[in-house]
């Protein structure tokens, strides 16, 4: 197994694959095997802990709910993690050669190339976007054979308005009305980048002296993963240590009900999930969401059948723990603020090529988006492109 970054989207079926018989290795950089140190039993305990709620309130069509697996399961599957550094050639299987190139999407992401007698493919995974103040650009690349490309946001462009001026905007107008400003966000590298925004705006009193508040223990760990892998980010380990101090953590679940019972006060409150799917972030919706004093912001993608993706379509009420919560908060986006590139980045990227591919297979996106961005690297760069289809084989000899 070649895993290109931590994200859960990524990882998360590694320990349910190792649970029914997978024993081979786990290739991935040692950012992204600490990462999913504490992000696969986050995911094992999550699932635990709803299958308990859903076997509680009987409200699961299974009887009983069972979780996909367990934190043992997810501790199991780690005994099987090889990490391998950075843009060093690597035998991975017999005759074929691995390289974990920087992309630049969270800690530790890498695109992945492979050679096998003398021809290359190369998996982009999830990239980042050029000129981050927090990550290092995506590794250059000038040639592959094949490449697999992510098309996340291949069919639009990333709002170009500074981020930390749209971010003053919502938090001021939302605690000028006595609201609280709700961000759902992913706790590997957006949590980070968001309260790194929160705090210079804080100091350079561009918004109010509100409190801060980091409402998942997962993006706390994965803050102290930071600190010690500081070679793999912009972050001196004083900018860190500067953001970490800024901002009040919200570690047990008692102490994160009472920030959604008790404390009406206008605040930030960032916890996880990025697309609401789970966590603690659901109580705060249910508490939050239906006042219209504040402001509930998404600062990623949002898939389509999330519940992220469902209020920024204008759902009057989302569906969370069996039951229907209001929506009358206002609901905004910042997709500036988005660890993917847009489609304009990911040409940028692309024309860096010395020599087109073979092939490029464009995955990884909604079905508009994919198609989109073939027929601009179809049109721009007069490339072979395809979108797969599910289960679609093709062969490369």
């Given at each position: ?15 349910l694959?190792v ?10 950089t040692e950012?992204t095997?600490?990462?999913c ?8 305990h ?6 308990e709620?859903a076997?509680r309130h ?18 199991a599957?780690l005994e099987?993690?090889?990490?391998l550094?950075?843009r ?7 005759g ?17 190339s492979?050679?096998q007698?003398?021809?290359?493919i190369?998996?982009?995974?999830d990239?980042?976007?050029p000129n981050s103040h ?5 590794d250059?690349?000038e040639?592959?054979?094949y490449?697999v490309l ?7 462009r ?14 001021s107008?939302?605690?000028?009305r006595?609201g609280?400003?709700v961000?759902?966000s992913f706790a590997v590298?957006?949590?980070q980048?968001?309260?790194i925004?929160l ?5 350079e009193r ?9 409402d ?6 994965a803050?102290?993963i930071?600190?010690?892998h500081?070679?793999?980010h912009?972050?001196?380990?004083a900018e860190a240590r500067?953001?970490l101090?800024a ?5 047990g679940?008692?102490?994160?009900k009472?920030?959604?019972?008790s ?5 930030v ?9 789970g966590g ?7 508490s939050y969401a239906?006042?219209?004093?504040n402001?509930?912001?998404?600062v ?15 759902a009057?009420?989302i569906k969370i ?15 500036a603020m988005s660890?993917h ?6 040409l940028?990227?692309l024309?860096?090529?010395k ?6 297979f464009i ?10 961005l073939r027929?601009?690297?179809s049109e ?6 395809a979108?797969?289809?599910?289960r679609q ?5």
């Amino acid at each position: 197994m070649l895993l290109t970054h931590a994200h859960i989207d990524h990882s998360g079926y590694l320990p349910l694959l190792v649970k029914n018989g997978f024993r081979g290795p786990v290739y991935c950089t040692e950012a992204t095997r600490d990462l999913c140190g504490i992000l696969l039993p986050d995911s094992g305990h999550l699932q635990e802990r709803d299958a308990e709620y859903a076997n509680r309130h009987h409200f699961s069509k299974h009887d009983p709910a069972l979780p996909l697996y367990t934190v043992a399961d997810a501790q199991a599957a780690l005994e099987y993690f090889r990490p391998l550094p950075f843009r060093q050639s690597i035998s991975v299987v017999d005759g074929i050669e691995a390289t974990f190139l920087y992309a630049g999407h969270i800690l530790g992401a890498a695109m992945i190339s492979l050679r096998q007698s003398g021809a290359t493919i190369l998996f982009s995974g999830d990239l980042g976007r050029p000129n981050s103040h927090l990550l290092y650009d995506p590794d250059a690349v000038e040639f592959a054979d094949y490449l697999v490309l992510e098309s996340t946001y291949g069919n639009r462009r990333h709002d170009a308005r500074d981020v930390g001026e749209v971010l003053a905007e919502i938090v001021s107008r939302t605690a000028a009305r006595g609201g609280t400003v709700v961000i759902p966000s992913f706790a590997v590298g957006r949590a980070q980048d968001v309260l790194i925004h929160l705090v210079r705006l804080k100091r350079e009193r561009r918004i109010p002296d509100l409190p801060l508040f980091l409402d998942s223990p997962l993006a706390i760990d994965a803050s102290e993963i930071f600190r010690r892998h500081v070679g793999d980010h912009k972050l001196t380990t004083a900018e860190a240590r500067e953001t970490l101090g800024a901002v009040r953590y919200v570690h047990g679940a008692e102490e994160s009900k009472a920030l959604s019972v008790s404390n009406k006060v206008p605040k930030v409150i960032v916890s996880a999930s990025g697309m609401a799917t789970g966590g603690r972030v659901l109580h705060h919706l249910k508490s939050y969401a239906p006042d219209p004093r504040n402001t509930i912001l998404f600062v990623g993608f949002q898939a389509g059948g999330t519940r992220g993706a469902a209020m920024l379509s204008g759902a009057p009420s989302i569906k969370i723990h069996g039951g229907y919560t209001p929506v009358r908060a206002t609901v905004a986006a910042l997709h500036a603020m988005s660890a993917h590139p847009d489609a304009d980045e990911i040409l940028g990227w692309l024309k860096r090529f010395k020599k087109a591919p073979r092939m490029t297979f464009i995955t990884h996106g909604e079905p508009d988006a994919s198609d989109a961005l073939r027929l601009r690297i179809s049109e721009t760069l007069g490339w072979p492109c395809a979108v797969p289809e599910y289960r679609q084989e093709f062969d490369l000899a």
